[in-house]
């Protein structure tokens, strides 16, 4: 099986710019996370949604925004890019909603904002 | 939300049994206790997962307390490409919609191996 995949692998954009990240998530897995994480620190959660309802958002601005669709893949978009959003973007997914469950992620998309 | 210490970086090397202790002390009942493994530029992996007591896998073992309030994740015998941040994380739960789905990583503990 396929494990999580998430594209582009790598970003380059411009302050005001939007982009969108794409995640596809392991078959049979209905929760997709996302996670950003700044270099030398731990993932920060920014989204969760299972059978393509938000479950859970983090402590991020209006300009991150996220959605899943009917085949459990997930898109991340982010508005009006600061250069402070410079981070890899992690995508994970798992059988169910809660921490108990095992999360398999992704490579990541490391966006930078220039 | 229950947090968690754990040390920020440890040395080690080659064929040495590692032990990374992590605090929990706001652990709620229903909380699992999980810890992962990330390399550099990659999403972390799944390691080991307990409740209580002991639990051993093919990579690792996992030792928790009867209070629950700290757990030991134990690698033996690491090599060179176990060097990697190691992070504790317990189960979070958001106060709206029951949701407990976001996993909440510190800093994590930066291993060392060493030939």
Same mark, same amino acid.
């Given at each position: 099986? #396929?494990?999580?995949?998430?594209?582009?692998?790598?970003?380059?954009?411009?302050?005001?710019?939007?982009?969108?990240?794409?995640? =596809?998530?392991?078959?049979?897995?209905? =929760?997709?996370?996302?996670?950003?994480?700044?270099?030398?620190?731990?993932?920060?959660?920014?989204?969760?949604?299972?059978?393509?309802?938000?479950?859970?958002?983090?402590?991020?601005?209006?300009?991150?925004? #996220?959605?899943?669709?009917?085949?459990?893949?997930?898109?991340?978009?982010?508005? #009006?890019?600061?250069?402070?959003?410079?981070?890899?973007?992690?995508?994970?997914?798992?059988?169910?909603?809660?921490?108990?469950?095992?999360?398999?992620?992704?490579?990541?998309?490391?966006?930078?904002?220039? | 939300?229950?947090?968690?210490?754990?040390?920020?970086?440890?040395?080690?090397?080659?064929?040495?049994?590692?032990?990374?202790?992590?605090?929990?002390?706001?652990?709620?009942?229903?909380?699992?206790?999980?810890?992962?493994?990330?390399?550099?530029?990659?999403?972390?992996?799944?390691?080991?997962? /307990?409740?209580?007591?002991?639990?051993?896998?093919?990579?690792?073992?996992?030792?928790?307390?009867?209070? *629950?309030?700290?757990?030991?994740?134990?690698?033996? *015998?690491?090599?060179?490409?176990?060097?990697?941040?190691?992070?504790?994380?317990? /189960?979070?739960?958001?106060?709206?919609?029951?949701?407990?789905?976001?996993?909440?990583?510190?800093?994590?503990?930066?291993?060392?191996?060493?030939?």
């Amino acid at each position: 099986d #396929a494990g999580v995949t998430q594209s582009p692998t790598h970003l380059i954009k411009t302050r005001g710019q939007h982009v969108t990240l794409r995640c =596809s998530p392991i078959s049979g897995h209905k =929760s997709v996370s996302w996670y950003q994480q700044v270099l030398g620190q731990g993932p920060q959660f920014i989204f969760q949604y299972y059978e393509k309802e938000e479950r859970g958002r983090g402590n991020f601005p209006d300009r991150f925004s #996220a959605r899943q669709f009917p085949n459990y893949s997930s898109e991340l978009n982010v508005n #009006a890019l600061l250069l402070g959003d410079s981070a890899l973007y992690l995508c994970a997914s798992s059988l169910r909603d809660d921490t108990n469950t095992e999360a398999f992620f992704g490579q990541g998309t490391r966006l930078t904002v220039v | 939300l229950a947090k968690t210490t754990q040390p920020i970086s440890m040395d080690s090397y080659e064929g040495q049994e590692v032990n990374i202790t992590c605090s929990h002390n706001n652990i709620a009942t229903n909380d699992y206790i999980t810890w992962y493994q990330q390399f550099p530029s990659q999403g972390p992996r799944f390691i080991i997962q /307990g409740y209580k007591t002991k639990v051993t896998n093919e990579v690792a073992s996992l030792f928790i307390p009867a209070d *629950r309030k700290s757990s030991t994740l134990s690698l033996p *015998r690491v090599s060179l490409s176990d060097t990697a941040v190691y992070y504790c994380l317990v /189960g979070a739960t958001l106060n709206y919609g029951g949701s407990q789905g976001n996993l909440i990583f510190g800093k994590g503990t930066k291993l060392s191996v060493k030939p």
